[in-house]
Nanobody, 115 residues
Framework: QVQLVESGGGSVQPGGSLRLSCATS????????MDWYRQAAGKQRELVAT???????NYADSVKGRFTISRDNAKNTVYLQMNSLEPEDMAVYYCHLKRGLLDYWGQGTQVTVSS
């Protein structure tokens, strides 16, 4: 059974940092690309960052230079380091895996950015 479990969300002031983690199980983690998405209240879910099985990364323009996605294949975990957080970054953050025709999502972790 595939499981994705996010952690690390919380409340920070603008300019602060958070590190999100997504622990996976039930898959051969090292062979899959992983993504982070976010969904703000009243908005559609959007892709934030992607990392391939080989470690290549891609980012939404809104987070380039501030967020870093990484992976630890030994721990079956993908991370999202978020720096210089802005109020616009406030959302529920989800990790995502696509395996064949199936999409897997974690339960989400809330990130609040407010002074």
């Amino acid at each position: 059974q595939v499981q994705l479990v996010e952690s690390g969300g919380g409340s920070v002031q603008p300019g602060g940092s958070l590190r999100l983690s997504c622990a996976t199980s039930g898959i051969t983690f090292r062979i899959y690309g992983m993504d982070w998405y976010r969904q703000a209240a009243g908005k559609q879910r959007e892709l934030v960052a992607t990392i391939t099985s080989r470690g290549s990364t891609n980012y939404a323009d809104s987070v380039k230079g501030r967020f870093t996605i990484s992976r630890d294949n030994a721990k079956n975990t993908v991370y999202l380091q978020m720096n210089s957080l802005e109020p616009e970054d406030m959302a529920v953050y989800y990790c995502h895996l696509k395996r064949g025709l199936l999409d897997y999502w974690g339960q989400g972790t809330q990130v609040t950015v407010s002074s």
